[in-house]
């Protein structure tokens, strides 16, 4: 079991959670570029984004209960280095921009195409590298 849900969370979920905020990021600044202002497709796949970073989250929860029960080691080199940046750069950080990211969107402080432009683009970074913090010998 625990070699299944580690190959779901570091490789095959991991790619696309990684690959759509690039996705996410470009789709909305075209958006806003060409002037749209309703566009239900787009925010369905924002939704999946945030569905698929859940999922990434839950998985990630699970391996640290593993971990804790002597089932699974820590990403990366096994440090408490590589542990702490992997968990902030894979779940703090990210929840904290599309956080952020709505509540501007919400308030009108920036048109929400442009906010989500910059929350698609950052979360790729952030969950990117978390994706090489997590790789043993990376």
Same mark, same amino acid.
């Given at each position: ?14 790619w ?9 990021g470009g ?25 698929? !970073? +859940? /999922?990434q989250? =839950?998985? &990630?929860l699970?391996l @640290?209960?593993?971990? %804790? !029960? +002597? /089932?699974?080691? =820590?990403? &990366?080199?096994?440090? @408490?280095?590589?542990f %702490?940046?992997? /968990?902030?750069?894979?779940m ?13 969107a919400?308030?009108g ?14 979360n ?15």
């Amino acid at each position: 079991m625990t070699s299944l849900v580690l190959a779901l969370h570091g490789e095959w979920l991991a790619w696309a959670a990684i690959g759509i905020w690039p996705i996410i990021g470009g789709w909305s600044l075209a958006l806003r570029v060409l002037g749209y202002r309703d566009a239900p497709t787009f925010w369905r796949s924002v939704v999946v984004g945030h569905v698929l !970073l +859940g /999922l990434q989250i =839950l998985l &990630g929860l699970v391996l @640290l209960v593993l971990h %804790t !029960l +002597g /089932l699974a080691g =820590l990403p &990366g080199d096994g440090s @408490l280095f590589d542990f %702490t940046w992997h /968990l902030l750069y894979g779940m703090a950080f990210p929840l904290i921009v599309l956080i952020v990211g709505h509540r501007l969107a919400a308030r009108g402080v920036r048109h929400p195409h442009t906010v989500f432009a910059v929350v698609g683009l950052v979360n790729f970074g952030l969950m990117a590298r978390a994706w090489q913090v997590g790789m043993p010998g990376f």
